[in-house]
């Protein structure tokens, strides 16, 4: 093997040590965050990392790893930055700051030789993301305990002008029992036999009292209707809190579903998005034989834009990558951040030949754009892998296939597109000639 192969093929094994310890780093962070813990900690890290089986192999030398006398503060910063973009993935856009600050102090070297702050400061940030988590599920449960208050406030309420409305009935009715009364005395008094006077007398009290006993039942009908106005203006004040309340909550959870499904830094959906969809390409294929194909793009010396010009111009040449694929695919293309300097790109009723002829638009195209800052152009370009959907894959072999593409494209020169049809069927010959 030459020596460029070697370099080559040293870098590799470095940045999958680098890749191996940032999935464990997220992975520890994830299962800290299902178990609540209040304090997270370098050490709390290294306690998890102790006895998870990837760093094991790698620290017992059953795979490649780097020496100890090879773990520099530029390692370290590496290792670091990894970490940094795996947590892209998950924090929200309002945190896009402190990982840009962050990476900004890796930069400067600020953190050089203090280990500790390495992995500390990334922890940071999920912790903050952690406890903002927190906030919210604070604020639905007290979201919730106002409504059941609002409710048990509408209720009492409610039941006081049921126990009103029985109290008027059985006052109606009593009503209505004199009033039959009075009314049956008057027919009384005309059979009965007297003078005209008497009966004249008699009738007219008996009607006085039926107009006293209406009078007094509409003078009651009045305050029962305004006692229950006051209790329906009071329930639709509580009722209109309570939508008012639902609303935010729906506002809130609306936002947390957006940034959970987008990448903060380039506005594409993320890693977790494309899980879900790719799941749904899968189904519609399966059900419906909806013919599919995959993209894998890859940004073409990305560390070295990085190293050269920093990790700030770094982001905006991914934000520039973004920005041109969303404007080649089209509006059905389903374009994500997979991670680090890689996106992929769904696109559905399309076979591997125009999938091909897509790759080959955004690969001229991006080759053709101008991306410079402070005046100095900065080359960019990607590598395309490409595969389609077949019958009976999962989401993990037709990724591997449009990877593996890519993965040639780049040892065939960068700038190109290949297709996973391209790949010559013995890989190992090929990693062999550098």
């Not at 962050?102 to 922890?123: N, R």
């Not at 125009?354 to 370009?381: C, H, M, N, Q, V």
């Not at 490409?386 to 990724?399: H, K, P, Q």
Request: charged content about 30%; some cysteine.
């Amino acid at each position: 093997m030459n020596q460029s192969a070697e370099l080559f093929d040293q870098n590799l094994h470095y940045e999958e040590k680098i890749s191996v310890f940032a999935d464990e780093v997220l992975k520890i962070l994830k299962e800290l965050s299902h178990d609540n813990r209040k304090q997270i900690d370098s050490k709390l890290i290294a306690d998890k990392m102790f006895w998870s089986d990837p760093v094991k192999k790698l620290l017992s030398g059953t795979t490649s790893i780097t020496p100890q006398s090879d773990i520099t503060p530029q390692y370290l910063r590496e290792l670091s930055t990894k970490i940094l973009d795996r947590f892209s993935e998950l924090v929200p856009s309002s945190m896009i700051d402190n990982l840009d600050d962050l990476k900004g102090k890796l930069d400067d070297k600020v953190l050089a030789g203090k280990s500790t702050d390495w992995l500390d400061s990334p922890i940071q940030i999920i912790k903050k993301y952690i406890d903002s988590i927190s906030v919210r599920n604070n604020e639905m449960e007290s979201f919730i305990v106002q409504t059941m208050q609002y409710l048990g406030e509408t209720e009492r309420q409610l039941s006081k002008e049921v126990y009103t409305q029985q109290k008027k009935y059985s006052s109606d009715r009593q009503a209505d029992e004199f009033i039959y009364s009075d009314i049956s005395s008057i027919k009384k008094d005309f059979d009965t036999e007297g003078s005209i006077d008497s009966i004249r007398n008699a009738v007219l009290s008996k009607i006085g009292n039926i107009n006293k006993c209406i009078k007094k039942r509409r003078d009651q009908d009045i305050v029962r209707l305004k006692q229950t106005e006051d209790s329906l203006k009071y329930m639709n004040v509580q009722i209109e809190a309570i939508r008012a309340e639902a609303e935010e909550m729906r506002r809130k959870a609306r936002e947390m579903q957006y940034e959970s499904f987008r990448d903060n830094l380039t506005g594409l959906f993320n890693r977790k998005a494309y899980d879900q969809r790719i799941t749904e390409t899968l189904a519609n294929l399966d059900r419906y034989n909806v013919q599919a194909s995959l993209l894998i793009c890859d940004i073409d010396f990305f560390k070295n834009i990085n190293d050269t010009f920093g990790h700030k111009v770094g982001d905006l040449a991914l934000v520039k990558i973004a920005s041109l694929l969303k404007k080649r695919l089209r509006t059905n293309d389903y374009v994500a951040r997979y991670g680090g300097e890689e996106f992929v790109a769904i696109l559905p009723h399309t076979d591997l030949t125009g999938a091909e002829k897509a790759g080959e638009g955004i690969r001229e195209y991006i080759d053709e754009a101008i991306f410079s800052y402070k005046g100095k152009d900065i080359p960019l370009t990607v590598s395309v892998g490409i595969s389609t959907f077949r019958e009976g894959d999962d989401s993990t072999r037709v990724f591997e296939r449009a990877d593996t593409a890519l993965y040639f494209a780049k040892r065939s020169g960068r700038n190109m597109v290949m297709t996973e049809n391209d790949v010559p069927g013995d890989m190992t010959a090929l990693n062999e000639t550098g």
